[in-house]
């Protein structure tokens, strides 16, 4: 693929956790966010990105999450349980993106607020319609996505490179 391919990121957040007696990492989903994980997952496949890789969290409420999203699109992607993610600066969310391999067009990353949340503002040098608005606005709330398409290579990927092209919450 050449340095001008054109790329998409999709940032979801994990869906609605619970808070019992475990480690932060051990946290499982609650109700809410078993109910909303699928509905993500159906609004992922009606955007018709086929997804080429998807990293997620190691924690347990964002292999939760993927679990129940992935069930609702019409292929399943390669999936990479990356530790890098859980508890990730945006810098280190930046260097976790340079290192995609490049034969990825559309990459799903499954992780944390607020690094989801900050990586998203930060690659969106543009926004199409009132989405960064929204985004801002909303906090990027539990089961929500972002997608940020740019051209390039995914080593070139840094703060403005993209643009907000679509952002969708389960609660609006």
């Not at 509905?39 to 955007?47: F, T």
């Not at 993927?66 to 399943?76: G, I, S, Y």
């Not at 690094?115 to 608005?133: R, Y």
């Not at 606005?137 to 703060?159: C, L, N």
């Amino acid at each position: 693929m050449s340095v001008d391919t054109p790329r998409r990121i999709v940032l979801l957040r994990h869906a609605k956790a619970d808070w019992p007696q475990v480690s932060d990492h051990e946290r499982p989903l609650a109700e809410r966010g078993r109910s909303d994980a699928p509905v993500a997952g159906r609004k992922l496949a009606e955007s018709g990105i086929g997804f080429d890789l998807a990293l997620c969290s190691t924690a347990v409420r964002t292999r939760e999450t993927w679990k129940l999203a992935v069930q609702e699109l019409p292929e399943r992607p390669r999936t990479v349980y990356e530790d890098r993610l859980y508890e990730a600066s945006l810098g280190e969310l930046i260097a976790l993106l340079n290192d995609v391999p490049e034969d990825v067009s559309d990459l799903l990353v499954i992780g944390h607020n607020p690094g989801m949340h900050a990586l998203a503002d930060a690659l969106a040098g543009t926004a199409e319609g009132d989405t960064a608005a929204r985004m801002n606005r909303s906090g990027f709330p539990t089961s929500a996505f972002a997608v940020i398409a740019f051209d390039g290579s995914w080593k070139s990927v840094e703060h403005g490179v993209g643009r907000l092209v679509e952002f969708w919450t389960p609660h609006d």
